[in-house]
């Protein structure tokens, strides 16, 4: 089992940075994917960022530009650059495990982090 901790959210004003991160332990040998996903009231979960073991990024449209995903020592950052109050959402870390092996099928996540962007 892999478990995430995140850290760092809170409430910044429009054209602010901040950055986010997750703690990971536990079996992260079998994470191949690393992402952050965030949610807004009323609104499905969806990704923002994600990273692959091997160091390839990919990033939603919508913060493509302004925000960066890294991973290293177990431990997975979003840095989110010219922040939008239509960025405010709760976000959460994930883990995507490999799901063969020894290693879990299910998806880890993180406990979620408020971001507040005010104008």
């Known amino acids: 089992q892999v478990r995430l901790v995140e850290s760092g959210g809170g409430s910044v004003q429009a054209g602010d940075s901040l950055t986010l991160s997750c703690a990971a332990d536990?079996?992260?040998?079998?994470?191949?994917?690393w992402a952050w996903y965030r949610q807004a009231p009323g609104k499905e979960r969806e990704l923002v960022a994600k990273?692959?073991?091997?160091?390839s990024a990919n990033y939603a449209d919508f913060v493509k530009g302004r925000f960066a995903i890294s991973v290293a020592r177990e431990i997975v950052t979003l840095q989110m650059n010219s922040l939008r109050p239509e960025n405010t959402a709760v976000y959460y870390c994930?883990?995507?495990?490999?799901?063969?092996?020894?290693?879990?099928?299910?998806?880890?996540w993180g406990q979620g982090s408020q971001v507040t962007v005010s104008s």
């Open positions: 994930n883990a995507h495990p490999m799901g063969s092996g020894f290693c879990d099928e299910n998806d880890f």
């Open positions: 536990g079996l992260t040998i079998c994470v191949a994917t």
């Open positions: 990273i692959t073991s091997g160091g």
